[in-house]
């Protein structure tokens, strides 16, 4: 379920989520490198936009990104990565809790 929706994100709205930081320093660089090679390159680049949008503290404290593009990233784009990283958390906590399971058994 994850994988299906990271490629969702990565195909239908990569192309949206860059328009919206196209001034980071940061996605210059990996944006011209990844984006139109393959599902798989989109797939990381979507990934690393997540990380932006979700954890910009460093990235802001660098310079690499203008932190006035986060915050008037997409509302509905941010919701979508939002649900993502929480799609994340939970199959992490399933997977240790699954981890803890096998072991007491």
Same mark, same amino acid.
């Given at each position: 379920?994850?994988?299906? %929706?990271? +490629?969702?994100?990565?195909? &239908?709205?990569?192309?949206?989520?860059?328009? /919206? !930081?196209?001034?980071?320093?940061?996605?210059?660089?990996?944006?011209?490198?990844?984006?139109?090679?393959?599902?798989?390159?989109? %797939?990381? +680049?979507?990934?690393?936009? &997540?990380?932006?949008?979700?954890?910009?503290? /460093? !990235?802001?404290?660098?310079?690499?990104?203008?932190?006035?593009?986060?915050?008037?990233?997409?509302?509905?784009?941010?919701?979508?990565?939002?649900?993502?990283?929480?799609?994340?958390?939970?199959?992490?906590?399933?997977?240790?809790?699954?981890?803890?399971?096998?072991?007491?058994?």
């Amino acid at each position: 379920m994850s994988i299906a %929706f990271s +490629l969702y994100l990565s195909h &239908r709205h990569l192309d949206a989520m860059l328009e /919206a !930081l196209k001034g980071s320093r940061y996605l210059a660089v990996w944006a011209a490198g990844l984006r139109g090679h393959g599902w798989f390159r989109r %797939f990381t +680049l979507a990934a690393q936009i &997540r990380g932006m949008v979700m954890w910009p503290g /460093a !990235l802001i404290r660098t310079g690499e990104v203008d932190p006035d593009e986060i915050r008037n990233f997409p509302a509905h784009l941010k919701r979508l990565l939002v649900a993502e990283t929480v799609l994340h958390g939970i199959i992490l906590v399933w997977g240790v809790v699954a981890f803890v399971l096998l072991k007491l058994k």
